[in-house]
């Protein structure tokens, strides 16, 4: 049985940080990822990093602010959130699952999904 665990949301004032964390058990994936969505929105990806935590990728709108990583002896996936904006505010989930390459980034491809944690950025 797949397990992902996600903490770490919150409300914070833009400009501010955070960091989400997402612990995994009952097995290995090749990628895990993050996802996100607003509220009358569909869910969109934000950052994904292979199981051996090399070669993250982001959606343009985050690149240079949330820095995807994990841990390998946790078992546990992380991102870092600063300089977050209002634009900012979704539910975040946590996922798992294979991945392929598009034009030199992982892709990740979702079966299986944490139960999301609240982001809230006050302008």
């Known amino acids: 049985q797949v397990q992902l665990v996600e903490s770490g949301g919150g409300l914070v004032q833009a400009g501010g940080s955070l960091r989400l964390s997402c612990a995994a058990s009952?097995?290995?994936?090749?990628?895990m990822g993050w996802f996100r969505q607003a509220p009358g929105k569909e869910r969109d990806f934000v950052a994904a990093i292979k199981w051996s935590g090399d070669s993250p990728s982001y959606t343009d709108s985050v690149k240079g602010r949330f820095t995807i990583s994990r841990d390998n002896v946790k078992n546990t996936l992380y991102l870092q959130m600063n300089s977050l904006k209002p634009e900012d505010t979704a539910i975040y989930y946590c996922?798992?699952?294979?991945?392929?390459?598009?034009?030199?980034?992982?892709?990740?491809?979702?079966?299986?999904w944490g139960q999301g944690t609240q982001v809230t950025v006050s302008s």
């Open positions: 009952g097995r290995t994936f090749s990628a």
């Open positions: 996922a798992a699952g294979p991945y392929t390459v598009v034009r030199g980034t992982i892709s990740i491809t979702p079966t299986s």
